[in-house]
């Protein structure tokens, strides 16, 4: 299964999961806009916070790259190397659509830490906050 459909289901899974745990909760849960730039808002200010301003030691040789104003229709954000951002990105993560459909690829999801970007991408999308 690609990974762009994968981290769809997984989303969608995700979603479901939140709107069941708010039936048995006795607070109400906030509702969040799933369109794809307020999706691509929370993705990237954790995204920042977590990997890139934390130290966080697979993302030191990177800098993030914001592009959340997008023409297309497909906010994204980039993690480009630190001394060299006008290099190829090392990571692509984009959302599009309402509810929004998200997708992330490049080298840093084929290396060692994939699973676990993917992991965070799906939490912070979902409304989860922190790292």
């Given at each position: 299964m690609p990974f762009s459909t994968?981290?769809?289901?997984?989303?969608?899974?995700?979603i479901g999961g939140l709107g069941l745990s708010a039936c048995q909760s006795q607070r109400e849960a906030p509702v969040q806009n799933r369109a794809a730039l307020p999706t691509m808002e929370r993705v990237a200010l954790s995204a920042n916070a977590c990997w890139f301003k934390s130290g966080e030691?697979?993302?030191?040789?990177?800098r993030l790259a914001p592009e959340l104003n997008?023409?297309?229709?497909?906010?994204?954000?980039l993690a480009v190397p630190r001394n060299s951002p006008e290099s190829r990105p090392v990571l692509v993560v984009q959302a599009e659509g309402s509810p929004a459909r998200l997708d992330a690829f490049g080298p840093l999801m084929n290396g060692a830490d994939g699973e676990r970007i993917k992991r965070d991408i799906l939490r912070w999308a979902g409304g989860a906050k922190g790292c």
């Open positions: 994968r981290i769809l289901a997984l989303l969608s899974l995700a030691a697979a993302f030191k040789p990177y997008s023409f297309s229709g497909r906010p994204r954000i």
